[in-house]
Nanobody, 121 residues
């Protein structure tokens, strides 16, 4: 019912920047918290940043001051601006949204398929 499509990943040098986007589509009535998560090979998925419907944000300590999460409610899209990228930022980045489908009363979390970010010289 809900489809999430991420874009903007790629290969960049240390210190470079990327802007990820995730657009939600489907029979969506409401979207609540949206977030970005990442997973490196052999490691567990970790939260990068989240943003509530009211605009409150949270970041993991290692990305504070470098990454900025934002959202465009009219477009059902969440963004992640990544600056001063480091090799340890290399991972598959996935977006997650909590949404209520039209005609239902249940809020469910949905995942995108992910976009690869590689930071290397």
């Amino acid at each position: 019912q809900v489809q999430l499509v991420e874009s903007g990943g790629g290969l960049v040098q240390p210190g470079g920047s990327l802007r990820l986007s995730c657009a939600a589509s489907g029979s969506i009535d409401s979207i609540y918290t949206m977030g970005w998560y990442r997973q490196a090979p052999g490691k567990q998925r970790e939260t990068v940043a989240t943003i509530t419907s009211g605009g409150s944000t949270n970041y993991r300590d290692s990305v504070k001051g470098r990454f900025t999460i934002s959202r465009d409610n009219a477009k059902n899209t969440v963004y992640l601006q990544m600056n001063s990228l480091k090799p340890e930022d290399t991972a598959t980045y996935s977006c997650n949204v909590y949404a209520r489908i039209t005609g239902t009363s249940t809020v469910v979390g949905y995942w995108g398929r992910g976009t690869q970010v590689t930071v290397s010289s």
